[in-house]
């Protein structure tokens, strides 16, 4: 048998419009008037309490009815009302009678301002607050909620003088305990009897928390009706916050059938929340003076400070237990093994905190359980239903089968679980399981409100008439998890997900860094690429006054480009590490005198420069080789350039440039942008030092970098680099031509780099230039029309040209690779091309490339 709330259904309870009963309880009355202050409706007996003999009626002017001081009174009070549920009152007052002394509630509630009032109780008014001041102290100090709320009991009993008074406890399904009771002794105690959360219907429990305060003085009293029963508008007055509403019919049946003639409520409210009440009964009518009801209320609200203090200081009890439980775990599981290998270690070191019967863990789909637990296909089918939960939610659940189907398959074994999510996406978790436990509930009277049948065949639901102890038998439940574990376990989720973040499998932990080192070199390379276009973009801007015409134009960028590809070339071909200065010198030579190299010679120990200073030191020597071949030593047969590397007594590199043998220097008449590159980029760049002179036998010029962008080459560094050259000057396989050269086929998945290279083939006198983007076009034009040479892109987006390569080979057609990858230059000679092509290449590349192929 469950512990679910009995059949039938209660909700008719719930919807009952108990705060518009349209009457009130005899000992006192009340007024509502409109902010006009005319009075809208009035209690039958509003002039008797008065003791006026002034009729009343609806439509009259309050002033009409009351004393001028009294309504300055009331008006004052009404000023004084800040909360939309506040109440003031006012004890003591003459309202319409000088000999009449009352004391009043006021609040304002759907437009209108209710006024009540009752005898006013001049003994009461000043024993009230002398009682209540040492029952107050006595409630400090106390630590424990239970020893707490049993004193508490005793003093609001001695306070209010009724039979019996209870702290009434809700629990989290809504179901309600005793758990503190000060009673007489010939009465029977309802001491830890639970009660159904029936009994205090949902709008009753709303109410509870608007209006702090229940008195129901005399059960047999008659109610007082108020009139009209219904305003102009057609809705009765809204009594929520009225101290003397009337009672349902069936509360007042209720508590005959208790045996109670008087009843007293006083909420108790934790954080916002209605935690319980105090009820008070009373075995015969009692009607309690308004001020020492006020006593009560205070009483109340003091005792509340002091019970959410106990809680807390409880919670935080809690929370240094499980903090402890964290640095535990912590040193357990600190070793690198999974959660789901560490489930024995987690079960012996939570089972002192939260006791179990089994426990589970399930991360990234794998399965393991310890003790008392589904089978991993009987977990398997709870998935689903675990992750349609609120995300990183802990849920104690003593009755699962009842929230999930697929629990039935194993209720018999397991029927409570704590569930811990440790993962948002996937769902991972870690479950504690308890037993089905058999248990016995003492429920105060049975919990099934009875159904009677009417004349007319109506149903009605009556309340219960025997409040004896009534025990059920529950043996499909676990024991409740209770607030404290629920607590433990959330900062156990806390840890778990720490554990799982530090202790994670080495693969996965190599997949983060790996990620990450991706990202950094996607920011890296972004950032370089970005660098790269905007001082391509300065070349392109500030060489355009140097050229007259578009070839000269073309032919201007273009070097400055291929001098920063080189460069860049030979930084990549060390990782992004300084690279040596004599072989950039050398690729600049080469491009300019392929064959005449002897007439250039370079002195002194090679030195590495580093990536930031080896782009600017290309661009420099790059424009001292252009005006070299253009108008210096090296623009004849002659003329010889000597290029010296030394260091200072700084140890700064210093260049020293000198040309011989070629014509009359002049003195250059007007200073273009390759003027400003050789004098100013390594000053403003490097912060080094630059100077040229324009020497009648010869440009001489010196250059100093400085030496916190250098690194000596050492003998091994040498050694290396003649075993790299060695093995790039081994013959490579190449194709024949016969006859004169016609036809070359272009792979390029880059459309405008296919257009560029022929244009540049057809200037050159490539008749037939067919072009493919991709590797299945390419070998289609092969088989439709055999090239006498080839240009091959090698990285074709998602395919390289390998196979086009291998059918050339096969028809002995010679090849070129063409890349952007500098450093798989080696790599790629050995695939059988006769050149690889880097790129950025310019039509002076493809000439040379086609003179060799010719040659060849």
């Known amino acids: ?123 009461s008014y000043t024993n009230s607050a002398r009682a209540l001041r040492p029952l107050i102290g006595n409630l400090e100090g106390q630590a424990d909620e239970g020893t707490l709320c049993q004193l508490a009991a005793g003093h609001l009993k001695d306070l209010l003088g009724f039979d019996r008074v209870m702290v009434y406890k809700f629990q989290t399904d809504g179901t309600g305990e005793v758990i503190a009771e000060a009673v007489e002794n010939d009465l029977e105690p309802f001491l830890h009897l639970r009660y159904p959360k029936s009994d205090i219907p949902a709008q009753a429990r709303a109410l509870y928390l608007r209006n702090l305060f229940r008195i129901i003085s005399d059960v047999e009293a008659t109610p007082v009706p108020i009139e009209p029963a219904v305003s102009f508008d057609g809705h009765p007055l809204d009594l929520s916050l009225s101290s003397l509403r009337a009672v349902s019919p069936a509360h007042i049946e209720y508590l005959r059938n208790m045996g109670i003639a008087a009843s007293l409520s006083i909420s108790i409210i934790i954080r916002g929340k209605l935690w319980g009440l105090f009820a008070c009964h009373h075995r015969t009518p009692r009607v309690l003076p308004y001020s020492q009801r006020t006593s009560a209320e205070l009483f109340s609200q003091i005792f509340s400070l002091q019970l959410d203090r106990t809680i807390s200081e409880r919670k935080s009890a809690i929370w240094h237990d499980g903090r402890k439980l964290h640095d535990r775990l912590m040193a357990r599981l600190a070793g690198g093994v999974s959660l789901v290998d560490s489930l024995p270690t987690l079960g012996q070191a939570i089972a002192g905190i939260i006791p179990h019967d089994g426990s589970s863990a399930y991360v990234d789909g794998n399965y393991q359980a310890r003790g008392v637990a589904p089978t991993e ?145 996607i920011a890296e390379l972004n950032h370089r690429v970005r660098n790269i276009l905007n001082l391509i973009r300065g070349l392109i801007s500030q060489s355009r006054t140097e050229a007259s015409e578009v070839d000269g134009f073309i032919d201007l960028i273009g070097g400055r480009v291929s001098a920063l590809a080189k460069a860049h070339d030979n930084i990549t071909r060390e990782n992004w590490n300084p690279a040596p200065l004599k072989e950039l010198i050398g690729a600049e030579a080469e491009a300019f005198f392929t064959g005449k190299e002897d007439r250039i010679v370079v002195n002194g120990d090679d030195v590495l420069v580093a990536p930031e200073a080896y782009t600017v030191i290309a661009l420099v020597m790059h424009e001292m080789m252009t005006n070299s071949a253009k108008y210096g030593s090296l623009c004849d047969s002659s003329g010889t350039l000597s290029i010296i590397l030394r260091r200072d007594i700084h140890d700064d590199l210093v260049i020293e440039w000198h040309e011989m043998g070629g014509p009359p220097v002049k003195p250059p008449t007007r200073r273009g942008f390759g003027s400003t590159i050789i004098e100013k980029s ?121 196979i086009v390569a291998q059918k050339l080979r096969s028809l002995n057609v010679p090849f070129a690779f063409a890349t952007g990858y500098g450093e798989m230059a080696d790599e790629l000679g050995e695939k059988g091309a006769m050149a690889v092509l880097k790129k950025p290449y310019t039509k002076d590349d493809i000439a040379q490339l086609l003179a060799n192929f010719k040659a060849g």
């Open 1 to 123: 048998m469950s512990l679910d709330d009995p059949k039938p259904d209660l909700t008719q309870c719930d919807r009952e419009p108990i705060h518009q009963l349209n009457t009130i309880q005899p000992f006192g009355g009340l007024l509502a008037v409109n902010s006009d202050w005319i009075v809208s409706h009035h209690s039958a007996n509003a002039a008797e309490i008065l003791k006026t003999s002034t009729p009343i009626e609806s439509g009259m002017l309050l002033s009409q009815i009351l004393l001028p001081e009294a309504l300055a009174t009331l008006q004052q009070a009404l000023c004084r009302l800040s909360g939309p549920d506040d109440v003031e009152r006012l004890f003591g007052v003459k309202l319409a009678n000088d000999d009449n002394l009352l004391d009043v509630a006021l609040h304002t509630i759907g437009g209108r301002t209710i006024i009540e009032f009752e005898p006013h109780d001049e003994a």
């Open 377 to 521: 296909a009987e977990f398997q089918a709870l998935v689903r239903g675990l992750n349609t939960s609120a995300t990183s939610t802990v849920i104690g659940n003593s009755h699962l089968a009842k929230s999930l189907d697929a629990a039935s398959a194993f209720k018999d074994r397991v029927a409570g679980a704590l569930i811990i999510p440790v993962s948002r996406r996937p769902r991972d978790y870690f479950v504690l399981w308890r037993k089905p436990l058999k248990q016995t509930v003492t429920w105060g009277g049975n919990p099934e409100k009875p159904v009677e049948q009417q004349s007319g065949g109506e149903v009605r639901l009556s309340p219960r008439k025997s409040f004896a102890a009534w025990q059920q038998q529950i043996d499909d439940q676990s024991a409740e998890w209770t607030e404290a574990e629920m607590q433990i376990a959330e900062s156990l989720r806390v840890t778990l997900l720490e554990v799982i973040l530090r202790v994670t499998d080495d693969a996965v932990r190599e997949l983060g860094r790996a990620k990450e080192q991706q990202e950094l070199l």
């Open 682 to 802: 390594i000053p403003y760049e490097l912060g080094g030092d630059a100077k040229v002179n324009y020497k009648l036998g010869g440009v001489q010029a010196e250059f100093i970098i400085p030496n916190r962008f250098l690194t000596h080459y050492t003998t091994a560094m040498v050694d290396a680099d003649a075993v790299k050259k060695m093995n790039n000057e081994q013959p490579r396989a190449n194709g024949t031509i016969s006859g004169e050269l016609k036809h070359v086929l272009l792979v390029e998945d880059s459309m405008i780099i296919a257009l560029d290279s022929e244009d540049c083939l057809r200037q050159l006198g490539i008749e037939t230039v067919t072009m493919a983007s991709t590797v299945k076009s390419a070998m289609r034009l092969i088989e439709d029309d055999v090239p006498q040479m080839a240009i091959l892109d090698y990285n074709l987006g998602e395919e390289t040209s390998d």
